[in-house]
């Protein structure tokens, strides 16, 4: 998966980055927060996956467990702990060189757990190659941060990400184009969170 066209610069920076959403993600389960322990706790005692018969499932591991689990389980409990504490990177779409691509939408390093789960279930990946499929989560969310404000429609923003993310989770898995397409129509159609919901309206 070697991409001679994108920088070391850009591969140091997402390891950064992924670092601080692992501490995040740690310390918010360590700290016993409550929306990411009652995931991760229902991810291991309810979905847990038998080593020997990995293979037949999609299986991954929550933050500070060696228990394999089902994959969209891990991926759903270590997001929420990366969140958790909000203090992880944010970035903005904003490219001032092109055209209409000023939309200034924000969002967040929240959800690298997807592609270390894809990572964890195929042996061929190395670390060079998350890091890859980390660069290619966030080059999308950001670019459709560059050109579709969310919060103008009082939409969240981990929308992008969501989007970014069924993208990044198919190409890594060998979905086919139509399987990655589908996924993304998927979220679009049925996962649209408001901005409301931070205020508890």
């Not at 066209?5 to 591969?11: F, L, S, T």
């Not at 601080?20 to 706790?41: E, H, K, Y």
């Not at 969310?150 to 139509?178: E, F, N, Q, R, W």
Request: contains cysteine; charged residues 20%; proline residues 3%.
């Amino acid at each position: 998966m070697e991409n001679k066209k994108i920088a070391d610069e850009v591969y140091d920076r997402v390891q950064l980055f992924h670092t601080d959403s692992v501490i995040c993600g740690v310390s918010a389960i360590a700290l016993r927060t409550n929306a990411p322990n009652i995931l991760r706790d229902e991810a291991i005692n309810e979905y847990s996956v038998n080593p020997d018969k990995k293979g037949t499932t999609s299986a991954s591991k929550c933050f500070g467990s060696k228990l394999w689990v089902h994959s969209e389980k891990a991926i759903v409990a270590n997001c929420s702990a990366v969140r958790e504490w909000d203090s992880n990177g944010t970035v903005f779409g904003f490219d001032p060189r092109r055209e209409g691509h000023n939309a200034g939408e924000f969002g967040h390093n929240d959800f690298y757990p997807v592609v270390i789960a894809a990572a964890q279930n195929n042996a061929n990946f190395s670390g060079r190659d998350a890091l890859k499929g980390m660069i290619l989560l966030d080059e999308i969310r950001g670019r459709l941060a560059e050109v579709f404000s969310l919060k103008t429609y009082k939409i969240d923003h981990v929308v992008h990400g969501a989007i970014a993310s069924a993208a990044t989770y198919g190409a890594m898995m060998g979905a086919t184009p139509d399987q990655i397409e589908h996924a993304i129509g998927m979220v679009v159609a049925h996962y649209i969170p408001w901005r409301a919901i931070r205020a508890g309206k």
